[in-house]
């Protein structure tokens, strides 16, 4: 089964400073992976996806990915971080295994607190 | 451009009573439509996901059900609540066909506490 893991409760960053939230994963087949962002008492916000093709994935607000095959991770990177960076990050993997005939469905892990301090 | 509309936003409800939450898409067709739950502000869990009309599928067996009258409607219901139904409750919208690379689109959640 599809599963991904977020080893750190919370990452604290000072404002400037690089950031990095892990992720790894564990897939049968080839990963497909996702990161979202959460503001207190807001939906999720898509960040970036890794599908295939180029390891290094961009997204939104300055956001890159790091995907590592051999190491099953799936990293989120900033070069310098902002105080408005400050929120619940969630690492998604698609179950694959039910693409056709089970609607495509997302696992999250259990998210990671960011605070980036002034 | 697509929206996800939930409503109510918060929503504070006695133990034994009925519960209905709903959630439209607009600007998409056939959507695959998802109910998740956030707990304790951590982790999210999936409840129902539908890949059209009147087809859902439940993950985890529990106090609640989920209908999809309409191709962009989706509504998660209760017929008596029960204090353990507390949370946020998420619902989401993704393409069908490309599904493997398209990501999630989240609404901006319901707050339900059970009193």
């Known amino acids: 089964a599809q599963s991904v893991a977020q080893p750190e409760d919370q990452v604290n960053v000072a404002e400037g400073n690089p950031l990095t939230v892990k992720c790894t994963y564990s897939?049968?087949?080839?990963?497909?992976l996702f990161w979202y962002v959460q503001y207190p008492n807001r939906g999720l916000q898509f960040l970036l996806k890794?599908?295939?093709?180029?390891?290094l994935v961009k997204g939104s607000y300055g956001f890159e990915a790091e995907f590592n095959k051999s190491q099953t991770s799936f990293h989120l990177k900033k070069p310098s971080a902002l105080v408005s960076d400050s929120a619940l990050y969630f690492c998604a993997v698609r179950d694959v295994a039910g693409v056709y005939n089970q609607g495509g469905k997302l696992i999250f892990g259990q998210g990671t607190e960011l605070s980036v301090k002034p | 451009s697509q929206t996800i509309h939930q409503w109510p936003a918060t929503l504070v409800q006695p133990v034994g009573s009925p519960l209905s939450l709903e959630c439209t898409v607009e600007g998409t067709s056939n959507p695959n439509l998802y109910w998740y739950r956030q707990a304790a502000g951590r982790g999210l869990q999936l409840l129902f996901y539908s890949v059209g009309i009147g087809q859902i599928s439940s993950e985890v067996p529990q106090n609640l059900s989920a209908s999809r009258p309409q191709d962009r409607q989706f509504i998660l219901s209760s017929k008596k609540l029960l204090l353990s139904d507390s949370g946020f409750y998420l619902c989401?919208?993704?393409?069908?066909?490309?599904?493997?690379?398209?990501?999630?689109?989240f609404g901006n959640g319901t707050r339900l506490t059970v009193t």
């Open positions: 989401a919208w993704a393409r069908q066909g490309t599904n493997r690379d398209s990501p999630l689109h």
């Open positions: 897939v049968s087949g080839n990963p497909y």
């Open positions: 890794y599908i295939t093709g180029d390891n």
